[in-house]
């Protein structure tokens, strides 16, 4: 087959695989609805453009090896395994670009946000894939869809192939114009929506910038520097960035100052994942329940972030989540665990997920040694969570009496699929078949929820073996324990499901039990948070430092009332107050838009109106951002 012969059956195979792309594209097309007639065209043109930007990667590189296979001349025929090798370059690219496309949509389905950092660190870390708690029939499914993809290609090209050398005469004239054509036209498309997208945020047009922000991997133009210097009036939004200043960490700011306490405390942490505001309810958790009105409950309790590794780095450095990744990289472990390990406390850490990930074996138990790290792969969510309380059990029972103890377990019965057996069974009918690929969160939610509420009464049955134990062997009277979950869940009450993607109540509000013997019991409704926890158990070990040193929290007991709390994920943070919220990017992006709700997460009209009363205490957290870190130069 000549050259240009072949350059042609491309251009078609290119043209089958651009229509493949625009198919698996649509749900981006409409997952923001158009207010207006120009967010409508600014879509649909995004739509066609970024359809063909999407292939161009594999489109460049499949012409690049044909034309050097080709040794650069156009009249070169091609045999035996270089043309091969060009549709297998050919094949591959496309496929994976469509592959890359059909895992964005999944995930921006599901979540609400695109493939990022975020999922990179999910897909690279040990034991990140498997926390998603996808069945076998899910993971068949993908492998079906990610196969047929591949196979569609293939098909495609061979089709395309068998078209061409099926024709009569070999076609050696050159290429018509037609495709250069299309080129040209979806160059001018990129161009054209790339100055729409510059001019309405020129103008403030928030559903052209929000529809943008629909599309994987969208590159925004702004002008707004030559549009001041042109005289151009800009419309200005109220807009602010945290900025997380680079350095040193400075953790804690003043060495402690301990006195080990005569008679110290034993701790029992008991984390459940994602486990919801809501679900610590008398039907649905009645063990809990019971214990909690002998405790300190906590009502208005929230999580530093929307997800685990955020909400549980909260808990236990007292930080906001932006700290995390310094936190990583300097392996520092929270003060509250140097403490514990200083005191000589017998450490058994347990967890039915991983303790690699998130990479909490390098952060929270950085300095802990391996063998108290256990963590379990056999069995569903609920059999390893059941498997973990049999063995802190014999941990407690076997301990040395002489030696205080802290023990930690993080159940996984809570997180999707939502795991429990069928005596756990409080609410039917459920879905009984968690297929990702399959289910539709529309149709299936209110049987998706159910399945949340009974792995929520399976976590009760567990939470309730250890009560009874310390009960019985009358270790409350020593013993604090902590209840809470690393972060909420969301059932699309307010449009997402899950986590993980916007600090709505559901997602970022959990609840708090905190028995600390000798205190009493008491219900707080003011706001509360996960940050408030190690200023709260550290005077208990003998801590004598102020709070401040080693936390932006306060004491949960005796420490001043909580104006408002930060949450916090990969890339934004979350300022929450007794009546507004307001998210703000951590990184400078212009997708990532200021956002200004109620504290229950309606429409807030003016954004002008929350910074005007606010100012100083946006410039206050700021500074929290950067408080512990030490600048350097």
Not at 57 to 85: E, I, M, N, Y
Not at 557 to 567: D, E, K, M
Not at 612 to 617: I, R
């Amino acid at each position: 087959m000549p050259f240009r012969q072949r350059a042609r059956l491309l251009h078609h195979y290119y043209l089958a695989s651009y229509i493949v792309v625009l198919v698996l594209c649509r749900g981006f097309l409409t997952a923001k609805a158009p207010d207006d007639v120009w967010t409508a065209v600014f879509a649909a043109v995004v739509y066609l453009s970024y359809g063909f930007v999407y292939l161009v990667p594999a489109v460049v590189l499949t012409t690049l090896v044909h034309w050097v296979l080709s040794g650069w001349k156009r009249g070169q025929d091609l045999s035996g395994w270089p043309l091969w090798l060009v549709y297998t370059v050919a094949v591959a690219t496309t496929a994976a670009t469509a592959v890359a496309l059909y895992a964005d949509r999944i995930v921006y389905h599901l979540f609400g946000f695109h493939l990022n950092g975020f999922v990179w660190n999910l897909a690279t870390t040990p034991g990140g894939i498997e926390s998603m708690g996808g069945a076998d029939s899910t993971s068949l499914t993908y492998g079906a869809i990610i196969f047929g993809l591949v196979v569609l290609h293939a098909a495609l090209l061979f089709t395309i192939h068998r078209y061409i050398t099926a024709r009569r005469a070999p076609d050696d004239r050159p290429s018509r114009p037609l495709y250069r054509y299309v080129v040209v036209l979806l160059i001018f498309m990129v161009a054209g929506q790339s100055v729409a997208y510059g001019i309405s945020q020129l103008q403030n047009r928030v559903s052209v910038l929000t529809t943008a922000s629909a599309f994987p991997f969208y590159q925004p133009l702004t002008f707004r520097k030559l549009a001041r210097r042109l005289g151009y009036e800009v419309v200005r939004e109220p807009r602010m960035k945290v900025q997380v200043e680079s350095g040193n960490l400075a953790y804690p700011l003043a060495p402690l100052q301990v006195v080990k306490p005569e008679h110290p405390l034993n701790i029992v942490w008991l984390v459940a994942e994602s486990w919801g505001v809501k679900m610590l309810d008398p039907e649905i958790m009645p063990a809990t329940w019971a214990f909690a009105s002998k405790a300190h409950r906590f009502t208005q309790h929230y999580s530093g972030g929307n997800g685990t590794r955020m909400g549980m780095f909260s808990m236990f450095y007292g930080l906001y989540g932006s700290y995390w990744f310094q936190c990583l990289d300097e392996r520092r472990s929270p003060v509250i665990m140097d403490v514990l390990q200083a005191q000589n406390y017998q450490l058994s850490l347990y967890t039915s997920a991983k303790f690699s990930y998130p990479e909490f074996d390098q952060t929270l138990f950085a300095r802990v040694p391996s063998a108290s790290l256990h963590d379990l792969d056999e069995g569903e969510g609920w059999q390893r969570d059941r498997q973990n309380v049999t063995d802190m059990l014999a941990f407690m029972k076997g301990r040395d009496p002489s030696r205080p103890f802290m023990t930690f377990l993080f159940f996984e019965s809570p997180h999707a699929r939502y795991y429990f057996p069928p005596e756990s069974i409080i609410r039917e009918p459920y879905l009984a078949d968690f297929n990702y690929a399959t289910m539709d969160l529309k149709r299936d939610i209110e049987l998706i929820h159910n399945r949340y509420i009974n792995s929520c009464h399976h976590l009760d049955s567990q939470f309730a073996r250890l009560l009874t134990f310390l009960e019985d062997e009358g270790l409350l009277d020593h013993t604090i324990v902590i209840m809470t979950g690393d972060h909420g869940e969301e059932f699309l009450e307010k449009g997402h499901w899950g986590h993980n993607s916007e600090f709505t109540e559901e997602q970022t509000r959990v609840p708090l039990v905190l028995w600390i013997p000798g205190t009493g019991s008491s219900q707080v409704d003011r706001i509360t948070s996960h940050l408030d926890i190690p200023a709260t158990l550290l005077p208990f070990l003998g801590v004598k430092n102020p709070a401040a040193d080693y936390s932006l929290g306060y004491d949960l007991l005796s420490g001043p009332p909580r104006h408002y709390t930060v949450v916090s994920d990969w890339s934004r943070i979350g300022y929450i107050d007794e009546e507004y919220k307001a998210v703000f990017p951590l990184k400078n992006s212009v997708l990532i838009q200021n956002q200004f709700t109620t504290k229950n997460d309606q429409p807030l009209n003016d954004p002008g109106e929350f910074y005007a009363h606010h100012q100083s205490t946006l410039f206050d957290v700021m500074k929290e951002v950067s408080r512990f870190t030490k600048h350097q130069g």
